[in-house]
């Protein structure tokens, strides 16, 4: 390549560089939306928290059938104590999109709800076997959908 086309290279890819990084500033600044960070702004009344929503996660009454469910019970087990849920639904996580993922957790899940208790999130596993419970939610406003 001749001396002066390296020059005209050099330089359309060092414009072409300034361009992308000036580009991308404003991705690098962050996200300013509202300004407060949670605040409230003057003559705006706070928002309430809500105080009846459930919290996840939270761990039954010792005298509750629920309290029996542990993390890591089998799914038959579940059935045993809880019996049939009241309603069940299945969804995906983050992990199912994982490329490298070679542990056992297939990113899937199955929620058992049960109406005025609560729900039980189980891990259907990749490589076989059976369902384990990951996640026991207490509720006792539980509407089993």
Known sequence: ?????ARFV????????????????PLLGGCRS????????AGTPAEEPA????????????DHRMA??????????VEKIMGSPTNQKSY????AFIP?????????????AYKGEGRVILAVPRWGGSMKVV????????DGN
Do not use: C, H, W
């Open 100 to 112: 490298f993922n070679y542990g056992n957790d297939s990113g899937s899940r199955v929620e058992y």
């Open 1 to 5: 390549m001749p001396q002066s086309d």
């Open 68 to 77: 029996k469910v542990t993390i890591g019970m089998p799914v038959a087990e």
């Open 135 to 142: 996640r026991i939610d207490y509720d006792p406003n539980e």
């Open 10 to 25: 050099n330089r359309f890819v060092a414009i072409l560089t300034v361009a992308v990084l000036l580009g991308a500033l």
């Open 34 to 41: 509202g300004g407060g960070g949670g605040t409230a702004q």
């Open 51 to 62: 105080k009846d929503a459930p919290v996840k996660g939270v761990a039954p009454p010792a």
């Open 92 to 95: 995906i996580t983050g992990k």
